[in-house]
């Protein structure tokens, strides 16, 4: 346990530090996008991880924050009137998200959730009027809090730093919780929760709010350091890169999403540099990593660990699969 | 103008069912939602409208060999990396989704960013007017073309053996096994056919939707929108949602083209609130 | 007041009938036992009485109240605890968290996304008191992947007893289970206090009779023997099911 609180307290001080240990302005600019994204991959995992519920629809709501965000700013709104309404928006976006989503689960869901994206994609391409299309919005404003101007690389880092940090906290205490415990019963046993007295809807319809509140975050986020939101923000692969972060780095703990995303976010900018086919990597990952590794990294890596060292290992999460497990007779 | 917007709708429809009719069978047989489905689709296309432009291939060949690749694909595809997921859903369907980025990069490379166009066979070019109305030859023919497929693969699921195989799949797979289908064989049948359904049907949509980087996507949720709405493993279920869902999205576009995107999901959310498994699906037990 | 009364209780799926218009009463602190062939629908009763299932027709009241028309969770809340033929239990966790979350289910702290669950000393001390009950207290924080199925069917009994539920619905509580664990099986049931009605399925007639106050046999969706032990023994009707055919 020392141990790892001394692992978590050096990683705290590189990452607080990291402006001085990196090289240059465009590598601490990839290290608020690692962390944004792993407040991304954190809040589908919040789905996948602990309530079985897989979605490939999350960049919608990501976008629906960041398109929300930069029209307000557009429209002359201020900085902080601009994030409460795209918080406000998003939310309630992600409630209409849930509500038909959660007709179904397993596979249903799946393919739900992928249609609503699919529609948010589709406003922001076709609706040239409010997100300018395929131009886009750019954002010409960052924040100021407390006077100090995050249009500096480095601040900027380290207020994403400060939001991350502050996710993480709340996220393990969510996960930790009653709650958390509650939910994670709906995603082995639903039926049985019931019986057992708990409302297993509400339960899966506070979780997504939850995560689509994580999403949100990341997508104002997103909209802050790129100054800029267009329709691929939206699309498909943008859905289906936080569901890889996630199942790649782990499953349903809190470090896999995390070293998931910076993973995926580091191969995606040393990749970029040398092939323009990201998405051929992405869809090669995916392949690769359902197929050989479903248990994701983190898990895996700990269970060699704890092999070594003598205990269990936990549960994949992803190759268990969907279909309600019966003990045998 | 409505009548030929009518015409325009119900070609449209008919490109859908094609797509949708197979990734409905392989949903309701196996409860995958293959993703990579619009990529068959538009891989069939662009394999189709190369045979005619470089090879001179006569379009109707061209359409069977392409359908042909596409089906030979979806087979690989089944046996190599489905079949090795059997039991998880979520994986298949995730690997489904890998393959289709894969597939999308790779039609990249191969054939570039700009449309491909694809001409009508030349006995179908042009149209006829008739009753003050101009009837544009190939839209019509698609509409036979996809009348004809509904009535084929009605004939082949009621009638044959193969296709009571496939009826009981749908209807309870466990049960199917323990009579002795051999489902896993059924499997790759279907998702060959599903895939070569998909593949010519991308390439009768070549010459009214040209192929072009992004029709995999911008297909794929238009057949979850049909199957949503019509139910999984029915094939009336999918010529009646493919219909409607071109009639919206024909009429959107012309009505409100901002939001042609949006309203075309409209019904599939009418539906899940009112009857969530589908116009013809039938009741979850 | 009856704590069980079934009235004119349908069910079926699709053209099965299934469940056809069983009535039944239990009264506070009985215990009735519920036999019958395979097949009988007894389990579906049960499905029906814990709205697993939703009955097409009739009534289902739980200490004069009305709960044919509640979802499941209302019932639980209603004092309403099952067990299942098939043991249902949550397999990656360990069994003191199976009896924790047991005891959740009915604790307005469910919804509390603040505080650490491994914090709330009363309930976790609560459950392992439950599993205490069932002989498993030493067992507490095994994952319950690397226990026997006996202790199994322990768990969900422990559970089941964690809610002090006023109705226990028991559906072959000693199936599977070896001569020694029906025993103890046995033993723990008779300790269960009079507070709580059990109506147990059971095609163990060795344990299960002397168990019994009350049997009702159930035959192709019905009930058609009731009554005392003796009473059902003599009665030839349940010689015929169990012997006629
Ligand atoms: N969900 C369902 N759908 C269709 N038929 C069902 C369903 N559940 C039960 N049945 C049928 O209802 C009948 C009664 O089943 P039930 O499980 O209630 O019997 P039982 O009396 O508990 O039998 P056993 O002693 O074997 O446990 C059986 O014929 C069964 O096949
Ligand atoms: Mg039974």
Known sequence: MTARRALIGLAAVLLVALPLWVPGNYDISVGSEILIYAIFALSVDLLIGFAGLVSLGHAGLF???????????????????????????????????????????????????????QIMWGLAYRWVGLTGGDNGISVSARPAPFGISLAVPSHFYEATLIVFAGAV??????????????????????????????????????????????????????????????????????????????????????????????????????????ISRWNMLLGGTFVVIVMFMPEGLVPGTMRLLRRRFGARPP??????????????? | MWTILAINSVTFGGLLFLLSAGFSLIFGLMRVPNLTHGSMFMLGGYIGGSLIASWHLPFWLAALVAAAAVAAFGGVMERFLLRRLAGSVLAQVLVTLGVAFMVSDFSLMVWGGDPLSVDAPRALAGGTRALGVFFPTYRIAVILIAVAVAAILWAMLDRTRLGAMIRAGVDDPEMARVVGIRVSRLFTIVFCLGAGLAGFGGVMGAPILSVYPGLDFAMLPLALVVVILGGAGSLPGSLVGSIVIGFIYNFGLVMVPQLAYFILFLPMVLVLVLRPQGLFGRAAP | MTALAIRGLRKSFGGLRVTQGVDLAVAPGERRLIIGPNGAGKTTLFNLIAGDLRADSGSVALFGTEIAGLPARRRAHLGLARTYQIITLFPKDTLLRNVTLSLLGLSGLRWNPFVRLDRQHALIAQARHALGRVGLADMADRPLAETSYGERRRVEIAMALAQSPRVLLLDEPFAGLSIDERRDVAALLAEVPREITIVMIEHDMDVALEFADRISVMHFGAVVVDGTRAEVVADPRTREIYLGE
């Open chain 1, 169 to 274: 906290f709340a996220y393990r205490v969510f996960v930790e919780s009653p709650f958390g415990a509650s939910l994670r019963g709906t995603r082995d046993q639903p039926r049985r929760m019931t019986a057992l007295g708990y409302n297993v809807w509400m339960i899966r319809f506070s979780a997504f709010m939850v995560s689509g509140l994580l999403a949100a975050i990341a997508g104002i986020l997103f909209v802050f350091r790129a100054e800029f939101i267009s329709p691929p923000t939206a699309a498909l692969t943008a859905s289906a890169e936080p569901v890889l972060m996630a199942i790649s780095g782990g499953s349903g703990t809190i470090l896999g999403p995390i070293v998931g995303a910076a993973l995926v976010e580091l191969v995606k900018n040393v990749a970029s540099a040398y």
């Open chain 1, 315 to 329: 549960a994949p999460v992803v190759a268990a699969g969907t279909a309600e497990r019966k003990p045998p007779p």
């Open chain 1, 63 to 117: 976008s629906l924050a960041g398109y929300t965000l930069a029209v307000c700013l557009g429209a002359g709104f201020g900085q902080p009137a601009a994030i409460a309404l795209a918080l406000a928006v998003a939310l309630a976006g992600t409630a209409v998200f849930a509500a038909l989503s959660l007709r179904t689960t397993g596979v249903g869901f799946i393919m739900i959730t992928l249609a609503l994206g």
